[in-house]
Each structure stands twice: as structure tokens, then as C-alpha cells.
């Protein structure tokens, strides 16, 4: 009874960060994590500093921005277009980075 117990705690927790960690599988295959990082500044700013500036109304501009990419708002490097991702895809990586990437 008591690994029961235990074995249902432990299920409902990685189902319950079973989208964060899907989330971040999505950036790394769309190629986010290549410049960007959840907490720490690499090429691009962190997900979290992000989150930090913008708000959920902000979503649909960031997803413009993801798609086509940008220069001047974290500096001067420019951020390549992202017109692979798919649209339901980017709109998931968006909310997930505003949401802190957690």
C-alpha cells in the first residue's frame, strides 16, 4: 500500500511538469536553445528575463517577433526568422516563455 502511495506521488508529479520539460524538448528541437537558455543570458537574453519584461498581452507580438525574427530590443545581434516553427508550436514556446519557462 505505501509503494502505491509513493508511485502515484511520484506519477502525478512528472505529469505535472511533463509540459515544462515537453516545452523545453520543443525549444531545443526548434533551435531556441541554441541561443537562449532558461535562466542565464547566452547569445540571446534568458527565458526568464524575458518573462520579467513582457506580459501575456505581449504574447502575439513576441510570436511575430519569434517568426520573424529582430535586432535593437536585447542588443545588437539579430535573432534569425524562425519560419520553420509551426504556428501552434510557436504559440506554445511563447506562453511557456512568458510563463517563465518553467
Known amino acids: ?3 502505491a502511495l509513493i508511485s502515484t506521488l511520484v506519477a502525478g508529479g512528472l505529469m505535472v511538469s511533463a509540459p515544462a520539460f515537453a516545452n523545453k524538448d520543443l525549444a531545443t528541437k526548434s533551435g531556441c536553445m541554441a541561443c537562449h537558455a532558461v535562466d542565464k543570458k547566452l547569445v540571446g537574453p534568458s527565458y526568464q528575463d524575458v518573462a520579467k519584461k513582457y506580459k501575456a498581452s505581449d504574447e502575439a507580438m513576441l510570436a511575430d517577433k519569434v517568426r ?4 535593437g530590443v536585447w542588443g545588437q545581434i539579430p535573432m534569425p526568422p524562425n519560419a520553420a516553427v509551426k ?4 504559440k506554445t514556446l511563447v ?4 510563463a517563465g519557462a518553467k
Open 1 to 3: 500500500m505505501k509503494y
Open 68 to 71: 520573424k525574427g529582430g535586432k
Open 87 to 90: 504556428d501552434e508550436d510557436l
Open 95 to 98: 506562453k511557456w516563455v512568458l
